[in-house]
């Protein structure tokens, strides 16, 4: 069964704190995604990933960094986690057959 | 205005009741796709489609390109359909999905 697999689903961290969340995807995927998910604002693009080691910014990166050292993880980092980056966090990875998402990180910044 | 809208955002049903939720986008698409989210998260992908209907149980998705505009369909509707049904259009400029709002639907018993 094909996935996509995130590390954590729930993550609690103290604002000022250095924070990863990972994501694999077994599936050979070229592109791979991070989105943050809040009520009333939907889903929103934070960076996504064509390739190995290459990056584009989403609609909302600020505060927000990734890594693509291999094509199978994405990595979204938080240089210095915030009280307003409190949400949930969703990573996707895609081909031509269709997108396919991770469970989902409920990350808590206190 | 929002590229890709929802309706309605919230709607309640008595299990066994025929389902539609409908998805309108103003942006060339390749294709669009129809999510699932259950409470706690994970979202899983329903349908990917760019043309005509497409069936899975008792799910049905229709596209009509020309209107731009696609229904979901839930038949004999169940209380485990309860979930938020969010619709997605990939747009023909790249790899990206622009979102809809999403329509929490709730079946009761």
């Known amino acids: 069964d094909v996935k996509v697999t995130q590390s954590s689903r729930y993550l609690v961290k103290r604002t000022g704190e250095k924070v990863f969340l990972e994501c694999v995807q077994d599936?050979?995927?070229?592109?791979m995604f991070w989105y943050r998910q809040d009520p009333g604002l939907g889903l929103r693009l934070i960076y996504f990933s064509y390739d190995v080691k290459m990056k584009e910014k989403g609609d909302i990166p600020e505060g927000y960094s990734v890594s693509r050292e291999k094509k199978e993880r994405f990595s979204l980092i938080l240089e210095s986690a915030s009280t307003n980056q409190t949400s949930m966090y969703l990573c996707a990875s895609s081909s031509f057959r269709g997108y396919t998402f991770g469970s989902g990180t409920r990350l808590t910044v206190v | 205005k929002n590229e890709v809208e929802q309706s309605p955002q919230n709607l309640t049903a008595q299990e066994g009741e025929f389902i539609t939720i409908n998805c309108s986008y103003s942006?060339?698409?390749?294709?669009l796709h129809w999510l699932q989210q259950h409470p706690g998260g994970g979202i899983v992908s329903l349908f990917m489609?760019?043309?005509g209907k497409k069936k899975h149980g008792r799910l049905i998705a229709t596209i009509n390109i020309q209107e731009k505009h696609s229904s979901l369909h839930i038949t004999a509707s169940h209380p485990r359909d309860s979930a938020v049904y969010i619709c997605?259009?990939?747009?023909?400029?790249?790899?990206?999905?622009?979102f809809g709002e999403g329509t929490q639907l709730t079946v009761n018993p």
């Open positions: 489609l760019s043309s």
């Open positions: 942006v060339g698409i390749s294709a």
């Open positions: 997605a259009a990939l747009q023909t400029s790249g790899s990206r999905l622009t």
């Open positions: 599936m050979d995927h070229e592109n």
